[in-house]
C-alpha cells in the first residue's frame, strides 16, 4: 500500500471474479459464460471500417447503440443507458443516486460484487437473510427506509423473485429506488423491463456477458425512467464520457439486432440445464432449481470445495465459495452438451473414487 492511498479506501474488500487460468484448456464453467460464440451478425460487424474508426473518438451519448437496444425491448432511447459492462451500470447507479453513509438493502445471499460496490461508496449496507430454502420473501423488503438492488434470477442460486412482486415492492415505495439485475432474465423468461419505464423508481440492468456470449467485450445497460437515465448520463459524462469504444459498439448493435440467435442460445442453454439437473438428481445431487444458466447443488457423499479441486484436474473448473451459507454448495456454470457430457463423465469418476475409498475405510474397521 502506497502512503498514498486515502483512509476511506485502506481496508476496502476488491471484488474477486471466477478464476481464469491459462495454463492449460479448461472447460470453463465458473463464471457463468460460455463457449458459445457471438452472434455470427459481430463477426461481419467488426470490420476493417470499423478499426479505420478507431482514429475518432467513439459517439459519447451512444446514440445509435441506445436506440438499436430501445428498439428491441420496446422502450425509448432516452430510457436506455449503456455502459462497459453490467458492473459498470451498476456503479453508474450507485454514483449517481446514493451519497456515502445512505443505506442499501440486498439478500445475504446474492451477486458478491453488491457488498464490494456498498464498501467503494461508503453506503451503509444490510444484507437481509435469505429463507432457508434460499428463497427471497418480497415482504421482508417492504417497509425498508433504504434502497433496494436485487439480482433476478439470483446468482449463485438462481433462484427468481415473480415479477409480480417487485411490482408491488416498488409500487408501495414510490420514494425508494428498487435496482433490479436482471443478468441471466434471458434464462429464466420473466423480466420487469416494462415496469422500469412504468414506474420513476425502478431500474432494470442487463448484460451482454451471459445470454450473448459476450463477456470479453463487456456490454451491459439500464432500463429505467428517462430522469433516471438522464440523470446517470450527467455522471457518466462527469466522469468518463467515452465509456464504451467504437468497436464494441459495433458489436453491440450487431448482438442485439440478432434476437433469432439470442433465442436458439438460450434455448439450447436451457435444455442443457434441464437435463444436467436431472442427470445430477439421478446420482444423488441436492440441486436447487434453478432459473439462470448454472445449477447450485451438493452430494452428501463429497464435500464441494474437494469436488471442485478433483474437477479442476480434470480440467473442468466451476465455482466454489468459501462463505459460511454457500460453502456446502457448488456453482456450474451450464455449457454445451458435450462440455456438460464430459463434466456428468468426471462427476460419475469422482464419485466412484469416493466410494471405492469409503467402502475400503469400513472393511478396515470390521
Ligand atoms: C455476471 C454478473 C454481472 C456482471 O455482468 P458484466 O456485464 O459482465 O459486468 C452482474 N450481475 C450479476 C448478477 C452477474 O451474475
Known sequence: ??????????????????????????IKLNANETSMPPSPK?????????????????????????????????????EVFVGNGADEVLSFVLMSFFRRGMKIYFPDITYGFYRTYAKTYGLDMEEIPVKDDFSIDINDYMELDGDIIFANPNNPTGLTIPTADIERLVKRNPNRMVIVDEAYADYSGETCLPLAVKYPNLVVVRTFSKSRNMA?????????????????????????????????????????????YLHNCVTRIVKNRENFQKELESIGFHVIPSKANFVFCYHDAIDSGILCEKLKEEGILTRHFADEKLTKYLRITIGTEQEMDVVLIAIREILDEVRQKQSVKEKKAC
Not at 476511506?8 to 471474479?17: A, L, Q, T
Open 42 to 78: 459481430v463477426f461481419e460487424a467488426i470490420s476493417k471500417s470499423e478499426i479505420w474508426n478507431m482514429s475518432y473518438y467513439s459517439d459519447p451519448h451512444c446514440h445509435e447503440f441506445r436506440r438499436a437496444v430501445a428498439e428491441i425491448y420496446h422502450v425509448k432511447e432516452e
Open 216 to 260: 470479453g467485450a463487456h456490454i451491459g445497460f439500464a432500463v429505467s425512467s428517462r430522469d433516471i437515465i438522464e440523470d446517470m448520463n450527467k455522471i457518466k459524462f462527469s466522469f468518463n464520457p467515452f465509456n464504451l469504444n467504437s468497436v464494441t459498439m459495433a458489436a453491440g448493435i450487431a448482438a442485439v439486432k440478432d434476437v433469432d
Open 1 to 26: 500500500m502506497s502512503i498514498f492511498l486515502v483512509d476511506e479506501y485502506k481496508d476496502m474488500e476488491p471484488y474477486v471474479p471466477g478464476e481464469q487460468p491459462k495454463d492449460k484448456p479448461y
